[in-house]
Nanobody, 126 residues
Framework: QVQLVESGGGLVQAGGSLRLSCAASGRTFSRYVMGWFRQAPGKERELVAAISWIRESTYYVDSVKGRFTISRDNAKNTLYLQMNGLKPEDTAVYYC???????????????????WGQGTQVTISS
């Protein structure tokens, strides 16, 4: 069983920055495929960014490319999402997700993730 705990959300003005963290349990974090999802009110949950465990390949949804950076620190069992140039449309609950089945690729489908955090609210004011 993998437990995920997000932190770092908050209220910032447009153009500001936030760094989300996701602390993961488990002995094999370095082999987890990890992702950040978000869900805005009235909208479906969407993948924002993902990172594989092999060569740490990354994926970003087009709307955040060049502004967000996903990274992982395997020594600390922690996943990060650095968010710069925040916009009001980035307002959502952000969720950390993990798969411990160690597929050698990035996972972009929500159904491929087995474990989810409780979410952290990110609110961007205009």
């Amino acid at each position: 069983q993998v437990q995920l705990v997000e932190s770092g959300g908050g209220l910032v003005q447009a153009g500001g920055s936030l760094r989300l963290s996701c602390a993961a349990s488990g002995r094999t974090f370095s082999r987890y495929v990890m992702g950040w999802f978000r869900q805005a009110p009235g909208k479906e949950r969407e993948l924002v960014a993902a990172i594989s465990w092999i060569r740490e390949s990354t994926y970003y949804v087009d709307s955040v490319k060049g502004r967000f950076t996903i990274s992982r620190d395997n020594a600390k069992n922690t996943l990060y999402l650095q968010m710069n140039g925040l916009k009001p449309e980035d307002t959502a609950v952000y969720y950390c997700a993990a798969s411990d089945r160690a597929p050698p690729r990035i996972l972009t489908n929500m159904r491929d993730y087995d474990y989810w955090g409780q979410g952290t609210q990110v609110t961007i004011s205009s």
